[in-house]
């Protein structure tokens, strides 16, 4: 295998989300500048659930229109446009526009429209467009996808968003008919504030911007690089649509041969991709896929301030980068170990949600979850962050190697049932959290709990 085109393939990988990740982690820094605040957050979640016509659009056009929807050209216009929303956001982003009588940020809520636009749709055209490369390189864009979360985390780092200090807000306010108890009491009260950041928001979205020019280039030279060329597996798809079709029995046995994990059957026991799998089976590995992408994408990440931050700001900021970092450890453990067993595959979910339920419920029991004053406490939450990141994005690589193996339509539903997913975790999510407030914030300076 050529390690450049693994380069490529990582690079890819990293430019399909980097743009909402990235505003993910600065929003710190631009809630106190912008008059939505800490609603933003809730803005953001709805956005990119409207995003989602993009991926419907390419699904829909797969399923009625097979082979005339150009993919390469649809992944050159979303990098583009990619790379021009976040250049624009750089720009733009503190402008406000008074609408309904009172100061909002159009410029900021349309540009992450169109970037959530980019990185929705990428999830149904980048997938199958590795249908082209050998099968080894799907999970190599795995883990370039899981390095979209952590390369703008540890630049945000570097920024210092989200480093907090207590400070003492009150000791000034000395009234001389205030006792000595009262003044001593108000002096104990501290306050969570936000240290300046090395650097602004504007060369951050400007290096997001850069990102997108480096996935941009990556995709180039995948489609005209000669190395590249000589990686391409034998019976190319053009514009979703295969240019060999029917492999006989004996080609069927020649690739099982070649990688020991393919499923191969005498019999089609489908009619989806190579009919390797049952109809059950099928709706088995789809259901999987939908449930880890709405724990992973949306209703764990929703709460994660809510789990952690009772347990102090250095056990959330350990937890946020432990998590980035699993996500493309995940993915390195899978290309030596591609386990396709469908029973692991449900043993791994088991776990996953079962960790997954342990931070919900801590996030629930906010401000005052278990063990909130014990050293064990901020081990426990800061562990489960990482099994359950670990756990899960090992299955999501998973699967995506096993739908590969079924074909271009079958990674077309794969990214859109990922898509769903995340959408139905949204629908859930986002009226618990910001309507109904079953949530409670957790503050890093005081604890009262007993």
């Known amino acids: 295998m050529s390690l450049f085109t693994h380069v490529l393939a990582c690079l890819l990988g990293?430019?399909?989300?980097?743009?909402i990740n990235g505003l993910w982690v600065e929003l710190p820094l631009l809630v106190p500048q912008?008059?939505?605040g800490w609603y933003l957050p809730s803005y953001l979640s709805v956005l990119i659930q409207m995003?989602?016509?993009g991926p419907l659009f390419v699904t829909l056009m797969h399923r009625f229109q097979p082979g005339k929807l150009n993919e390469t050209a649809v992944i050159y216009f979303i990098i583009g446009l990619g790379t021009v929303a976040s250049l624009l956001l750089a720009l733009f982003w503190k402008e406000t526009t008074v609408v309904a009588g009172a100061p909002r940020s159009v410029a900021l809520l349309v540009l992450t429209f169109f970037l959530s636009t980019v990185d929705c749709t990428s999830s149904v055209t980048f997938l199958p467009f590795m249908m082209r490369l050998k099968p080894q390189y799907l999970t190599t864009y795995y883990i370039g996808e899981g390095l979209s979360g952590l390369l703008p985390?540890?630049?945000?780092?570097v920024q210092g968003v989200g480093v907090v200090d207590c400070v003492n807000v009150t000791a000034a306010a000395w009234a001389p008919n205030r006792t000595a108890a009262a003044a001593t009491a108000a002096a104990t009260e501290l306050e969570a504030r936000y240290q300046p950041a090395n650097f602004s928001p504007e060369v951050f979205f400007y290096f997001l911007s850069a990102m997108m020019l480096v996935c941009l280039a990556a995709f180039l030279l995948l489609n005209h690089h000669p190395a590249v060329a000589r990686e391409r597996r034998n019976g190319d798809y053009t514009n979703g649509v295969k240019a060999t079709h029917g492999r006989s029995q004996a080609a069927e046995r020649g690739a099982a041969r070649t990688d020991p994990f393919r499923v191969v059957n005498a019999e089609?026991?489908?009619?989806?991709?190579?009919?390797?799998?049952s109809a059950r089976e099928v709706l088995y590995i789809f259901g999987i896929?939908?449930?880890?992408?709405?724990?992973?994408?949306?209703?764990v990440p929703s709460v994660q301030s809510y789990s952690c931050l009772p347990y102090g700001n250095k056990a959330y900021h350990l937890s946020a980068t432990m998590a980035a970092v699993a996500n493309p450890l995940a993915c390195f453990v899978a290309v030596f170990l591609p386990i396709r067993s469908l029973l692991s595959m449900g043993v791994l979910t088991c776990l996953g949600t079962g960790v997954a339920a342990y931070i919900v419920s801590m996030a629930a029991?906010?401000?005052?979850p278990l063990l909130v004053h014990d050293t064990s406490g901020v081990v426990l939450i800061v562990s489960a962050w990482i099994v359950f990141i670990l756990t899960l994005s090992y299955v999501k690589v998973i699967i995506g190697v096993i739908l590969r193996d079924e074909g271009h339509s079958a990674l077309v539903w794969c990214g859109a049932v990922v898509q769903l997913g995340s959408l139905l975790g949204a629908v859930t999510m986002f009226p618990l959290v910001s309507v109904y407030s079953l949530f409670s914030s957790g503050d890093p300076c005081n604890s009262k709990c007993p």
């Open 289 to 299: 896929l939908a449930w880890v992408n709405a724990l992973t994408n949306v209703v």
């Open 365 to 368: 029991l906010s401000p005052c």
């Open 268 to 277: 089609p026991r489908s009619g989806f991709g190579t009919g390797a799998y």
């Open 153 to 157: 985390a540890l630049v945000a780092l």
């Open 14 to 19: 990293m430019g399909s989300w980097v743009s």
């Open 34 to 36: 912008i008059p939505e």
């Open 51 to 53: 995003a989602n016509v």
